[in-house]
């Protein structure tokens, strides 16, 4: 028949931490399902607990397995095979009761501080003894022998037709949570095949949104290169600026002093026509002072030519004056 559920209940889980190996570390946030499986073929008990799609107890029951009560609503055991240590919490001292079952053997680990759970229920409780109970063997002794040995064995008939009972019940029950978890197994497997989509249409877009960012990088540092360029035009236009405004200053200069130089020569023109005016008057000048030395030399001459006259005239008369 392979590996069947025989028993199923909640409890939170723990296991312990594996550096300090003392404190307890929660696997679940809230209690979780708890289910022991039997495989009737290799004769293999195992528990398994699921935290959504996360298997967080997978401990297969060896005979040198423990399962120990360290308070009234915790236990543990160790599974060597995954080199940890499980504990539970369960919601009451009932519960943890129905879990060590059978059991009654001590572990020298015990937890530092361990809350119970009372906020949790048990979905499903199913009583069972966890360990078989052995069948009759062909050396037992024949019913007819002994009268004490008949009244074991209806007492025992008994027993297995109760346990019979609770196993079937347990079954039944299982089914109904095996049929439970296919359901939930396939919206898992639906959730994570949305999920997968979803994942890889955001791997489409984050591409996209690399290529985006990309591009949008190049256009940035464009824009800030553009900018530059722009800053140096700028500046190079207000150096432009200021040397129109010096040129413009330097042409007014310019043409004040272009003004002022075709005043400077009207006015040398003007200088120079009086001067030419006034040589003209020198020279007419000295051209009458020329005349006026020559006719006052004709004069002197003609002057001294009238006083030797005069004076042979004078010396004349004083001859004249002495014979008479």
């Known amino acids: 028949m392979g590996e069947q559920p025989i ?10 931490d594996p550096n300090t190996k003392k404190n307890w570390v929660p696997t679940s946030k809230h209690a979780v399902t708890v289910s022991y499986f039997y495989d009737s073929t290799r004769n293999v008990y195992r528990i398994i607990s699921l935290d959504g799609s996360k298997a ?7 005979p040198n397995m423990t399962f120990t009560k360290t308070s009234q609503k915790f236990g543990q055991w160790a599974d060597s095979r ?29 937890p530092e501080s361990i809350n119970g759970t009372d906020d949790e229920r048990v979905m499903a409780e199913v009583t069972q003894n966890s360990e078989p109970r052995a069948e009759p063997t062909q050396n037992a002794l024949p019913f007819t022998h002994s009268l004490t040995i008949s009244k074991h064995w209806e007492a025992e008939l008994a027993t297995l037709k109760g346990n019979n009972a609770k196993l079937t019940a347990a079954l039944l029950e299982s089914t109904a949570n095996v049929k439970q978890w296919k359901q939930q197994l396939a919206a898992y497997q639906e959730e994570a095949e949305r999920l997968h989509k979803r994942v890889t249409e955001l791997e489409c877009v984050s591409s996209q949104a690399n290529e ?3 591009h949008k990088t190049e256009l940035n540092q464009t824009i800030q290169e553009l900018e530059s360029t722009l800053k140096k035009k700028e500046e190079e236009i207000e ?3 200021q040397e129109i405004n010096s040129a413009r ?14 005043e400077v020569e009207i006015r040398n023109k003007d200088l120079e026509d009086q001067l030419s005016d006034l040589e003209q008057r020198l ?3 000295q051209n ?21 006259e005069l004076t042979e005239l004078r010396d004349n008369l004083a001859k004249l004056t002495e014979c008479s």
């Open 288 to 308: 009458e002072q020329e005349t006026f030395r020559n006719n006052l030399k004709t004069l002197l001459e003609i002057l001294d030519g009238k006083i030797f």
């Open 212 to 214: 985006v960012h990309t």
């Open 82 to 110: 995954a080199n940890t240590v499980y504990g539970l919490g369960f919601s009451s001292e009932y519960h943890l009761s129905k879990e060590s079952a059978g059991r009654d053997i001590q572990s020298p680990l015990t």
């Open 239 to 241: 150096r432009l600026k």
């Open 56 to 62: 967080i107890i997978n401990s297969t029951i060896t």
């Open 7 to 16: 028993f199923s209940t909640r409890a939170h889980v723990f296991q312990i």
């Open 283 to 285: 020279e007419k000048s």
């Open 249 to 262: 200053e330097l042409q007014a200069q310019r043409n004040s002093l272009t003004q002022k130089l075709q």
